[in-house]
């Protein structure tokens, strides 16, 4: 008769070395999957750890698991913003709140705008993060419509949308002014009351036409 094993041994720490390799890779994935987004690879963040790929791929065997293990907690953070919003009393600007910080999350870091538009990359950890936000994301939704502030017929499958509507002008317009989404969105926001009321005042000023056109000479679609 076979011998009982007992239980798994734990796991080993990493050596020192090999946990500062990993802090590097992570803090490189950062900066490159938050400027250049998902397209990154492993090489481009090897170089920009100044390692080499094989270190990279001995710590993170794809770029899904380092996808997840560095978006896994943003998006915990983004649960965090809705489970706070729905304690709020006023149920609109509940709304309003949570959809200002999300999107003030994502404004900087392109990598965690794609991850959350898209079902591509993340294992277990970004996909339950996910899943989590969608009964928060409809509550939020359906208390501002209970409470009179949100326009009946917006759907909670309608937030993503309005991330990503978002999330095209900070593309368009980041190399000329980064923070023109924020007027961009009041404006989203003032259409998604359900009775209208006085406009928002609006936090950033228009674009001029010499700032349009360098816009539109800087975008690559």
Same mark, same amino acid.
């Given at each position: 008769m076979a011998r009982d094993a007992g239980p798994a041994a734990p796991a080993r720490p990493l050596r020192r070395d090999a946990e500062l390799n990993r802090r590097r890779i992570l803090a490189a994935a950062r900066e490159v999957f938050g400027r250049r987004g998902l397209e990154a690879t492993l090489d481009d963040i090897a170089h920009h750890a100044g390692l080499g790929v094989g270190t990279v791929y001995r #710590?993170? &065997?794809s770029k899904e698991h380092l996808v997840e293990a560095m978006f896994a907690e943003r998006m915990e953070e983004i649960g965090t913003l809705a489970e706070q919003?729905?304690?709020a009393d006023d149920a609109w600007q509940a709304f309003v709140d949570f959809t200002w910080k999300s999107i003030e999350l994502h404004s900087g870091d392109r990598g965690l705008r794609e991850i959350m538009l898209s079902n591509k990359f993340g294992h277990d950890h970004v996909a339950e993060s996910k899943a989590r936000l969608v009964p928060l994301i409809t509550q939020l939704v359906e208390r501002a419509q209970a409470a009179g502030g949100l326009r009946a017929d917006f759907a909670p499958t309608d937030t &993503?949308?309005?991330?990503m509507m978002i999330g095209s002008v900070i593309e368009f317009t980041s190399a000329v002014e980064p923070d023109l989404? #924020? #007027?961009c969105l009041a404006m989203l926001l003032d259409g998604l009351r359900a009775q209208p009321g006085k406009p928002s005042k609006l936090p950033r000023p228009p674009l001029g036409v010499d700032e349009i056109d360098e816009a539109m000479s800087c975008w690559r679609p």
């Open positions: #710590r993170f &065997p919003a729905l304690k &993503p949308l309005l991330h989404w #924020r #007027r």
